[in-house]
Structures are given as structure tokens and as C-alpha cells.
């Protein structure tokens, strides 16, 4: 209607004209949850749907990695370089890097599926087979596996849906290299790589166990701060460690449903460097809703999504020990400025997941439940006007 | 078996140049006929070898369907009907018959004058070609000739785009050319009714791509042109008449109010008249919103929007120019260019792409120095007569912006069209079908996928369903014969008699058959002898036979006759002595055609087993 398209023009004036120095938006036929890297320029989407759905691996437009003549290239759109389908729900993917492998995992069973991404002769992503988890008690469903991968030869990944399953288990034999001992029956939210040798497991309980795989000995557990007083209900978390080439120096942030945020260095887990309560609205979200992600090229920024609509970078280098409210730095509301999106009983539109560029700092994608996909490069304001 | 050939013309798997040639019914059509962009030899026209070897294709084709205006879909057709040699029908819709033969003419200037080609159509052979266009209005059922009907759909994509519908009998085509399946600023979305076409066939590049919204175009290209107007600099937009024009213009127009702006903008007055005939002509064609805008006011009534002249680009200060040709290959765009090209506070916009040869394609390609003609002032002494040409070598020091404000369906795209006609078959050209599995997967998902490579002919059989009527008296008595009601899945035989008039079938019983074709019925009666050794007398043997067929043959009318013959059913049987050996008897076994085989030898069998 002739109204909605006013509305229309007005978002792309007041918040998208300004904000960002690119910014591509497209609508897949299904939502993902799942947004991972394959390449520097390409990323696997899928479906989460009951039954049938679809991988996809997307191309980045030229445009968006055209830096000097950006001009000159015209071409923003996603191309479909390959694609497969799969019977099950997609919860959880991940790249093995290095190769043109990934493994899936549908959240329903601790077992996950393995894929050949596929080659520049064919369009097809093939599953080439499968990697039983350890745990044996199925349709207790906690959420699914959590599944981590770095560089190695032969190609190995670390996955669990509980602390007392984590395993290593190599790709192409299906051996298992080692087995984190532990009775703990602690739900995992994420599992992360923080060396070769050395990873962090984030429980949605609060619990952090880093632990070595060359090792059998028990994993450092670091609990949760307490829950603020007030609440009465169980309060889940998600974690993030950063990338670097001395683990020593690695970050860990903790983030609560309730929206409070910790900064804790891994030497000392059980401290927080920093902490905020952030500016999310803390509504009812399952384990699976919520990302949060350390950026990978740009200092101490943060980004959050999974509460809302948007997706919120922080600056956590302004965040003290004591516990204030934060602003975000950014905010991506795009997903959520939409004309279904009104109060007639429609479900609000949450974004399902969202990444950083690996290299290009300010480069973010994020998903959303209403199928939307976006590419943004959003420009630091603050910034901006300190000059 | 009836069945359908679809074959994708040209040499080369990237999209560049659309030729399909379809064989329906005993009729053969072309489909577009377009030059690739990229080549500059004979690959740039489609392979009509395959057609015929030598000469004109007149005798081979029913007929030519052009779906739109863009190069790569008739920038080969005044080759194929004046050099190759085609007089029958072309047909496109009115407005494409209208800017077919500008663009063609532009193209055809810029590849022979700028670029001095020989092999190339001339201007006389465009008029020729056109003189054979026959136009298409919308849902509109054209008859070809007797058998083959075509009708035309709207596509979106261009001004005049069209998807059409080819019937033969109760076979169909429908081929998509260019479409769009989100409605633009001037245009709507394709559309098409649910005709469950035989074929559909539709271009595969577009279905591996996930298309950026157009919001984000549009941000992108005001962004730019408001970057430029900031800092003091002049944009210029070269466009071709229609189309994305009016779209930038409406965009221009409603964020200068928005942002309160003051900078002018300018529209060449050539544009402007030539863009108001045809929308005055074509103006169904548009979207509802323009056409409410037309009917109210002038399209070009825009309060931010003026009519230039040439002296306003030498004026300081920012400002915005649309400019004919779009590809700045000549005329007033060119000129301008070439004033503002020296400043990098300046910004050229190309929305559309550029053929080799031309400013624009050398200016995309990153050239930052063109080299120009350029008038002398003065005449020298040594040559009074001869004109001399200066080349100038221009610096471009402006900002070049290439961006695309063409619709095209993608991946999401083409499954909601394909789900709207709902074809039988899907045909996907111009794709690489070894990489195309997933998405031929995809599409298999809910109907057949066929990707022919170029020169690859496919065939695709087809299940025409013949409508018969059937007479009353027949199905009243098939009706009484009992049984259960007929049923598509657990057919059931009946006999009857089909006869064809004029164009319609029927189904009647034989006698009325018979009766309204006034000829009489002819009995068929078949004989069998057979030979058995038999002491009794010829009568005696029969009364055996006789006795005998009435306890083995159980449940069957069996009589023996006064006339000396033994009827089991209607088949007669009688006996006679072989004339060398009384003992030999002959039985002679005689029944009318409708008898079932297997009473018969039933009945052989039983007088054997004695």
C-alpha cells in the first residue's frame, strides 16, 4: 500500500542512509539458524525446519570486496555456488578447516551428520556420512551438540551435547582421539578452540571448563557469578572466547538471559576484568536463541543478537568491574523494521544468528526467523565524531 | 508417441544471447533471437545451421516470438530475417515493436560507424525486419494459422516485456523470456494463470542467484548522487528514454523532499517527449501507481524536476542530469560528459549496461583516459578541403558508478512462477547442467527438470488428452451391463464405435454407427475343421459330441437342433464324413466374430480330451 511504501522510504532515510558504508539485504525462502564461513567469501545457510531442508553455500556479492573500484561493480547478489538437502532439522554447522567438509547437527540427538561441501564441478553438497555423539540417553533433549573444529591434518572436531561427552573425534576414521573425563551433566552452549591443543566449554548453566586434549586430566571448571537477587528463574548463559595466537591472552565473555555480561581473562575465570548489563530486552529465550561473538578483527568489541530483532555491537573496553548499563554502539535493526511486523498476533521477528567478517572489521551477517539475511558494514558514529 | 522439442541455439553457456527453438505440434517457432554482447564475430549470432544448412529459414519456421526490447533477446533478428532470409510472421507486443527498432539502430551505429564492422545488418534491413512484426496485445489469443494459437502474458522486467503461451492442440509451451516477479516503481510483477502448460521454459542463471532487495539499490544510488551533491559536485545519469528513468526520477523526486534539497535536477527535453508518447501509447503497460500519476498530470510534472538546456551544464554548483544516449556513446549524454569528466567532484551513474565500443563500456572497464574526436577550429594550409580530425585525449577524473537497476526473477522468484503456471515439465536454458544438480534437484522436488546444453535438443513426450463425447444410449447400456462405475484409476473395457466429424469425437454404440453412416452390418463368421476318427454315423457322432459338450461344458447353452447342427452359444457345429474314409469324421466349428477366443478353444479342447 501507498503507506506501507512511505514507511518504507522512511527507514531508508533515518536509519539505514547514514549508519552504514554497505548494506545488502535478502530474503531466503527459509530461515536459517546457522551462518558459517566456508571461505573468505562464501558462508553455509540451512534450514531448520521439522523435515526436508536445504544447505545452501552463498558467494558474497563482488561488490561488497571490490574496495578500490567498488564503483565499477554493479553485482550485489548472493549466488547459490552449491547445495544439498538434508531430512533432518539444521541446528548447528560447522566448517572443518582446511577442507570442503562440514558437520551438522539437528538438536534433536547428540549424533551429527557430515558433508562434502563440493567442488567447482559440481553444484551438489553430498553427506558422506555420520559421527556418533557419546551419549546414549536420546530424546532427552537439552539442545543438541555443540561443534568445534581448527586447522588440523587429518581433519578432526570436537562435539558434545553435555560436558561428560565431549569428545575428539577424527573425521574421515571416525576414532575418537580423546574424551574430556568428567561426570558432569552439564548442557553445552558453545565449544571453542582457544589453541591446538586447548578448549573452552560454555555450559548454559554458567559453568566454563577449559580443558587439553592432551591430557586426560579433569577440566578447570569456573562457575557463574550468582544470579541477581530478584530473579526466580533459571537463568541460562552463552559464552564467547576470543581468537589469538597466545590462548594465555584469550577473553572470555559471559553472557545471562537476564542480559548481564561478564569479561573474565582465561587465567582467571572465576574474576571479571569487566561487566555490564546490557540493554536487551530479557523476554523468555530458549538455549538456542542467543549469540554472542567477540569480534574478530576489531579491539574489545561485542556483538549480541538472538534477544530481538537486532543484532547490538558493544565496546567493552568502557565496561568497569562494577555493574552499569551499556549502550550499545550499534545497532542493527533492520530484520525487525518490516511491514508483517505489527501487534496482530504475529510472532515478532528474532534474529536467529549472526558472524563477523573474519578480516574485514566492521563486516557483520545476520539471520533472521522471517528468512531474511543481511550483509552490513556499519560505521562507527562515536568515531566519527571524535574527529 | 506425441511429444515436444525444445532446442537452445548458439555456441557458449553464459547467458548473452537467447534463441530457442521449439517444435510443437508439426509447428516450429522460434523463441527471441538475441546477439551475445561479448563477441565480435559470427559467435554473436545463434547457430542457425541447425535449422537448415543453406538458405532461408522461411520454410522452416511457423514463426518468430520476440519477449522485449533488450539486445540479448532481438539484437539478431534483422540478421536472421534479411541476411539469413526469414519473410513469415515475428511477433512481439506493441510496445516492443515500438523501441526495437531505436535500440537496434543505436546498436547498429555504434558497431559499424564507431567500430567498423562490415558483417552487420544496415539500417534498411531493421525497417525490412520490422515491416514483418506482427503485435501482441495481452491475454490476447492470436492464431497463428489453424492450428497454432500464441497469447502473450505480462512480464514486468521492461517496458513491453512479455512471457507467451504457444498451444498446439491441446499441447503448450510457455516460455518466460526476462521477468520479474516484484513489482518495481513503474512496472508490476509477471503474472500468469494457473495453464499447465506441457512446458515451461525459463532462463537458469537467475536461478542460482538470491537478488539484493531493491531498497538497498535504491539507498545505494541515493547515497551516491547525495554524496556528490554535497560536496559542490555534478551528477550525470545517461538513460536510455524509458523505464529506469522514470523509476530514478520518482526516486529523486521524493527524497529531494524529503531532504529538503535545492540542487536542481534536469531531464533532457528530448527525453522528456519521448518518454511521454510512449507511455501515452503504452500506458497499461505501467504499474497502477504511474498510471493514476499519468492520468492526473504529466508524468514529467515533477516540482524538483526541469527541462534542461544545454547551456545549464556550464553553470557552477551541484546539480543532476538525465541525458540520452545511455550509453554515452553520442549526442547530448556525451556532451555533458565530456564537460564534467575533468573533475573528481563530479559523478557519472550508469544504470544499464554498455556495448563494446561505446563511452560507457569503455569508462565501466576502469579507462581513466578516452581518446575523442574532436572539430578543428582552424583550417590549415597544406589541406583547405579535407576536415581534420583531432583526437583529444580526455582524463576522466570523475567518479564512475556502475549500477543495475534491472529486474530479474531469482532463485525464490522463479519457484513462485513456476508454482503459479504449473507446468508438467521444467526446461532451464543456458545453464551448465553437470553444475546444476542441486538446483535441477531442487526443482524435481515437485516437477521434471530438463536442462538442455546450446545445440542439445530435448525431447519431452506428452500425454495430449483427446475429449470424446459419448453417446447416452451407450452409456446406458454400459451402465446396465452392472459392475462398478468407471474410474480413472481401474479403467474398464467397453465396445463401441468412434467416429470423427469435422474437429470433435464421439463414442456411439456400433448400430447407431452403422445406422448414421448408412451402411449395413456384415457378418464375420469363421470356420475350423477338425478332424476326428469316428466309427458312428455322421448324426450319431453329432448326438456324441452333443452329449459330451453338455456335461464338460458346464453353464453354457448348448442345443442340438432339428437342422442337424449342435449350437453351443452362437457357435455352430456340425458333422460330416471325409469323402476317402467313413471313420473320419469332420467337425466343422463356425462362429461370428464377437465369440471370445477362449470359448472357442475351450470347446476344441473338449472334444479332444475324448
Known sequence: SAAMEEAEFDDILDDWFIEYKDLHVYQLEHPTQVIEWTSGRTVCVAGFSPSKNEILELRLPRKLFADENKGLCAERDFKVVHGGFTDRPVRCLRHVPGTRCAVTGDGLSSNLQVWDLGGDDSDVIRRTGSIEGRRRRTGVSEGGSSIAARPSSPPQILHGAQISDVQLTELSSGQTLYQLESDSADPLSSLHFLSDAVFLAGCSNGNIYVADTRTSAAPQLSPPPPPPVSSGESVLWWTDASAGPDPSGCRVVRLSSSGQALVSDLRNLGGAVSRAQLDVQTLRCGPDDVRVSWAPALDDCIAVSGFSGAVQIYDASVWTSELQEARPLFEHRGHAVSPEQSDDGVPPILVTSHVWHPERPRTLLSAASDGSVHVWDWVDQSAADKR | ?610
Open chain 2, 1 to 610: 508417441m506425441p511429444e515436444i522439442k525444445v532446442t537452445p541455439l548458439g555456441a557458449g553457456q553464459d547467458v548473452g544471447r537467447s534463441c530457442i527453438l521449439v517444435s510443437i505440434g508439426g509447428k516450429n517457432i522460434m523463441l527471441d533471437c538475441g546477439m551475445h554482447m561479448g563477441y565480435n564475430d559470427d559467435r554473436r549470432f545463434p547457430d542457425f545451421s541447425y535449422i537448415t544448412q543453406n538458405g532461408r529459414l522461411t520454410d522452416f519456421l511457423d514463426c518468430v516470438i520476440i519477449s522485449h526490447f533488450h539486445l540479448d533477446h532481438c539484437g539478431a533478428l534483422p540478421y536472421m530475417s534479411e541476411m539469413v532470409g526469414y519473410d513469415g510472421p515475428i511477433y512481439m507486443t506493441h510496445p516492443t515493436k515500438a523501441i526495437c527498432p531505436i535500440l537496434l539502430e543505436d546498436f547498429r551505429k555504434i558497431t559499424v560507424d564507431k567500430k567498423g564492422e562490415t558483417n552487420f545488418f544496415t539500417s534498411q534491413m531493421i525497417k525490412d525486419c520490422m515491416k514483418k512484426v506482427i503485435p501482441l496485445n495481452l491475454h490476447q489469443t492470436v492464431q497463428v494459422d489453424d492450428e497454432l494459437e500464441i497469447k502473450a502474458y505480462y512480464a514486468g522486467h521492461v517496458l513491453g516485456a512479455a512471457m507467451v503461451h504457444i498451444k498446439v492442440g491441446s499441447e503448450s509451451v510457455v516460455y518466460t523470456g526476462d521477468y520479474n516477479m516484484t513489482p518495481d516503481r513503474h512496472l508490476g510483477a509477471a503474472w500468469i494463470d494457473k495453464c499447465r502448460p506441457d512446458i515451461l521454459i525459463s532462463e537458469s542463471t537467475y536461478a542460482t542467484t538470491i537478488r539484493d532487495s531493491k531498497r538497498c539499490r535504491e539507498r545505494d544510488f541515493l547515497k551516491k548522487v547525495h554524496e556528490t551533491i554535497e560536496r559542490g559536485g555534478k551528477v550525470l545519469i545517461p538513460v536510455f528514454a524509458l523505464g529506469r528513468a522514470q523509476e530514478l526520477c520518482i526516486l529523486l523526486e521524493t527524497f529531494w523532499e524529503r531532504m529538503n534539497l535545492k540542487a536542481p535536477i534536469y531531464f533532457s527535453t528530448g527525453l522528456t517527449e519521448k518518454a511521454n508518447h510512449y507511455y501515452k501509447l503504452f500506458i497499461t503497460w505501467t504499474n497502477q501507481k504511474i498510471r493514476k500519476t499519468f492520468v492526473q498530470r504529466n508524468m514529467f510534472e515533477f516540482k524538483h524536476i526541469k527541462a534542461f538546456d544545454r547551456s545549464y551544464a556550464d553553470n557552477p554548483g551541484p546539480m543532476v542530469v538525465f541525458a540520452t544516449p545511455g550509453m554515452l556513446h553520442a549526442g547530448q549524454s556525451l556532451q555533458i560528459f565530456k564537460k564534467w569528466a575533468g573533475n573528481e567532484k563530479n559523478m557519472v551513474i550508469m544504470p544499464g549496461y554498455c556495448v563494446q565500443g561505446t563511452i560507457g563500456h569503455k569508462i565501466l572497464n576502469g579507462q581513466r583516459k578516452l581518446e575523442m574526436e574532436g572539430r578543428a577550429t582552424s583550417v590549415t594550409l597544406c589541406c583547405p578541403l579535407a576536415p581534420i580530425k583531432l583526437q583529444i585525449v580526455l582524463d576522466v577524473k570523475l567518479q564512475v558508478e556502475y549500477m543495475s537497476f534491472s529486474a530479474h526473477a531469482d532463485a525464490k522468484g522463479i519457484m513462485q512462477l513456476i508454482r503459479m503456471a504449473e507446468p508438467r515439465n521444467m526446461v532451464l536454458v543456458h545453464g551448465e547442467a553437470v553444475k546444476m544438480e542441486f538446483l535441477k534437484g531442487k526443482i524435481e522436488q515437485e516437477f521434471n527438470c530438463y536442462m538442455p546444453a546450446n545445440g542439445e535438443t530435448i525431447t519431452v513426450t506428452t500425454n495430449p488428452s483427446v475429449p470424446v463425447d459419448i453417446s447416452l444410449n451407450l452409456l446406458k447400456r454400459e451402465m446396465a451391463l452392472g459392475g462398478p462405475l468407471p474410474d480413472p484409476k481401474k479403467p474398464r473395457t467397453m465396445h463401441g464405435t468412434l467416429i470423427m466429424k469435422e474437429n470433435s469425437l464421439k463414442l456411439v454404440s456400433s448400430e447407431q454407427a452403422l445406422k448414421e453412416l448408412g451402411l449395413n452390418e456384415h457378418q464375420l463368421r469363421f470356420t475350423c475343421r477338425v478332424q476326428l476318427q469316428d466309427p458312428h454315423s455322421d448324426p450319431d457322432t453329432l448326438h456324441r459330441i452333443y452329449t459330451h459338450l453338455k456335461s464338460v461344458l458346464k453353464g453354457y447353452t448348448i442345443q442340438h437342433l432339428p437342422d442337424g447342427t449342435v449350437m453351443v452359444e452362437s457357435i455352430v457345429i456340425k458333422v460330416s464324413s471325409s469323402a476317402e474314409d467313413t471313420n473320419t469324421k469332420v467337425l466343422l466349428l463356425s462362429w461370428s466374430y464377437q465369440v471370445k477366443y477362449f470359448q472357442c478353444s475351450y470347446l476344441t479342447d473338449g472334444l479332444y480330451r475324448d
